[in-house]
Every structure is written in C-alpha cells, then in structure tokens.
C-alpha cells in the first residue's frame, strides 16, 4: 500500500472553475502536510503547507485536512491556465520522513 | 547568489562510469536531501542528512553515495552508472524543524547509455 495516494489525473477544468484535488495518507501519526506544484521539466515548489484539522486560506489556493479521515485536499479557485501543472502530495511520518504521493495533473482550459 | 543550486543540468554518461551531481546551499540549513523522479514512481528519497558528517539512507540508496563535509554542500555519486540510474534528481533543504517545508534545487537530467 502506498503510503500517499492521489489521483494521477489528468483533471480538467474551465478556466475560472474551482479545480479540486485530493489526497490520502496511511499513517495516521503524520502531523504536517504540504502541496507543492511542479511544472513540466521544473522541480517541485511549495505552495501551501497544513498542520491543523480544518482550512487554510492562502491567495486563491485553500487546502483542507481531515486527520479522522486521513484525507488532505487542494483546492484552487478561479483556475487560471497557468495552474496547470502536476500536484503533488506530501506528508510528514510519524517516524519523521517526507513521502511523497505520484502527484496528480491538472489542466486548466481556457 | 542565495538558494539552492545543482549542477550539471544535464549530463549524458556511460555505464559502469562514476558521476557525481553537486547540490549547494546559501541558507545553512541543516537537512539536505537527493530524490530522483522517474515516470511511475513519483519522487523517491535516494539519501539525506541531518548535518555535516551525517548521512542516511532512504528509500532507494543501492548505487549510490553522499558526503557531507560542509553544510552548504551535498554532492551525490554513482559510483559505476548503469542504466537504471537514468532519472532526474533533485536536492532539496530544509530548516532544522523540517515544519515548512522543502526547498529543492533545479534538477540534474541524468542519461546514462
């Protein structure tokens, strides 16, 4: 079992859509959770980072956590074609390391 | 200038040649790290450590082999390529508490025919 899954995609949305993008974790001591976006030859770049059960709001982007549910997700208003990118999950162990999911590919159609 | 930075970008070798990739960081952070990406497998850890003269081993360290003599710099080394080994590979830092976050360097493409 991977210890964090997404989706691979590729999701699609309009421009101007919310694109919504999840992700779930096995070990359910993980305490931090980041998102990092990485466009097509460029190396991953965090965008958002979540420690605490509920939202958090930063510029357009929202990520959730739900530690009951081991369940972490991304969500980008107004998407912007220059958001399509791959996402990529990661989540901090409890026995202190960084995994990593597949990411997942998102287009945004203008 | 400040941040991170690898280096080649790119580097075409042999098999059964040895190659070294360098990372250097201006932040003095404590942790350094080498990933290598490859279609199907996401990011994987290669290697990393928690300060100079500390090293460990993550997911995927069979053929390869870090130093870590000063804080600013992680180079990693395959010591006799083989094709396997052809990947992007990318360092990353973070700070001592790891809470924010890492940073990663540009990326090394590493063909190895």
């Known amino acids: 079992q991977k210890e964090v899954e997404q989706n691979s995609g590729p999701l699609s949305v309009p421009e101007g859509a919310i694109a919504s993008l999840n992700c779930t974790y096995s070990?359910?001591?993980?305490?931090?959770f980041f998102w990092y976006r990485q466009y097509s030859g460029k190396s991953p770049e965090l965008i958002m980072s979540?420690?605490?059960?509920g939202d958090k709001e930063d510029g357009r982007f929202t990520a959730q956590l739900n530690k009951a549910s081991q369940y972490v997700s991304l969500l980008i208003r107004d998407s912007q074609p220059s958001d399509s990118a791959t996402y990529l999950c990661?989540?901090?162990?409890?026995?202190?390391?960084?995994?990593f999911g597949p990411g997942t590919s998102l287009s945004v159609i203008p | 200038d400040a941040g991170i930075t690898q280096s080649p970008r790119y580097k075409i070798t042999e098999t059964g040649r040895q190659v070294t990739l360098m990372c250097h960081q201006t932040w003095s952070h404590s942790y350094m790290f080498w990933y290598r990406q490859d279609l199907g497998h996401g990011l994987r850890l290669i290697y990393y450590?928690?300060?100079?003269?500390?090293?460990d081993k993550g997911e995927v360290p069979d053929g390869y082999v870090v130093s870590r003599s000063k804080t600013e710099n992680f180079p990693l080394t395959l010591e006799s390529a083989t094709r396997s080994q052809t990947s992007v590979y990318f360092c990353a830092s973070s700070d001592q508490d790891r809470i924010y976050g890492y940073t990663f360097g540009s990326g090394t493409r590493l063909t190895v025919v």
């Open positions: 070990d359910r001591g993980s305490q931090s």
């Open positions: 990661a989540s901090r162990t409890s026995y202190d390391k960084v995994i």
């Open positions: 450590s928690a300060a100079a003269d500390i090293t």
């Open positions: 979540i420690y605490s059960n």
